[in-house]
């Protein structure tokens, strides 16, 4: 099955700075790459996505890169704020049709964002 | 439109009791599914279903079973709880298993059960 590695476990970073989260996924099937942002004592929210046809998606502060040949991809949140504090999981989903909505999750990453 | 509803927000068990997680979605949704959070190991699926009357093991069901009678309820039961199902539980849901569509994959999450097992 697959297997998503998250790093780093927490990230520090000043408001206003720049933060990258990566994540590697073992199985070359897996098409769909999500990332999630779980807020305190909520559940986990999708914040951006990419299939494997795309190389980057971005949608205002935040971008999703994806290296296929690597097996990588990475969440980049730009100019930070201290609302952007919260636990972020990326995620991967095997192609093929018994696959439906089974996510892969990393392990997480708590990310603090200091005024 | 509540989303995804689970209860209770908070339970405290003691080994061997049993208990069942609630998780209600009023958005029509045909696949439901029960993950586990601990630290460090991210979200875990349990067990999913694919529509009423279906259901199917995830990564770690050992100590859980579930049932899928109607499209809105998926209910997650403890028959005899251990300190190893010391966790919060997470129901998601999303529309239609298998489309290929924007937001077909999408996720909605509950806002979770944190068990206790002494």
């Known amino acids: 099955g697959e297997n998503v590695e998250q790093h780093p476990s927490t990230l520090s970073v000043q408001e206003g700075d720049s933060a990258v989260i990566k994540c590697t996924y073992s199985?070359?099937?897996?098409?769909?790459f999500p990332w999630y942002k779980q807020e305190l004592g909520k559940g986990p929210q999708l914040i951006i996505d990419?299939?494997?046809?795309?190389g980057e998606k971005k949608d205002q502060r935040i971008a999703v890169t994806l290296n296929k040949t690597a097996k990588h991809f990475s969440l980049h949140i730009t100019e930070t704020q201290p609302e952007d504090s919260a636990v972020y999981f990326c995620a991967a989903k095997e192609a093929g049709g018994t696959s439906y909505g089974k996510l892969t999750f990393g392990q997480g990453t708590i990310l603090t964002v200091h005024p | 439109n509540a989303g995804v509803t689970q209860t209770p927000k908070f339970q405290v068990l003691k080994t061997g009791q049993s208990m069942t997680l609630q998780c209600a979605q009023d958005?029509?949704?045909?696949?439901m599914s029960w993950y586990r959070q601990d630290p460090g190991m991210g979200l875990r699926l349990i067990h999913y279903s694919v529509g009423a009357g279906i259901t199917d093991q995830g990564e770690v069901p050992n100590g859980y079973n579930v049932s899928r009678s109607t499209t809105e309820d998926f209910p997650l039961r403890l028959l005899s709880a251990a300190p190893s199902q010391t966790s919060v539980y997470f129901c998601?849901?999303?529309?239609?298993?298998?489309?290929?569509?924007?937001?077909?994959?999408?996720?909605?999450f509950g806002a979770g059960s944190r068990l206790t097992v002494l």
């Open positions: 199985d070359s099937a897996s098409n769909y």
């Open positions: 998601a849901s999303l529309l239609r298993a298998g489309l290929r569509s924007a937001g077909a994959n999408v996720l909605t």
């Open positions: 958005m029509n949704h045909e696949y």
């Open positions: 990419i299939r494997s046809n795309v």
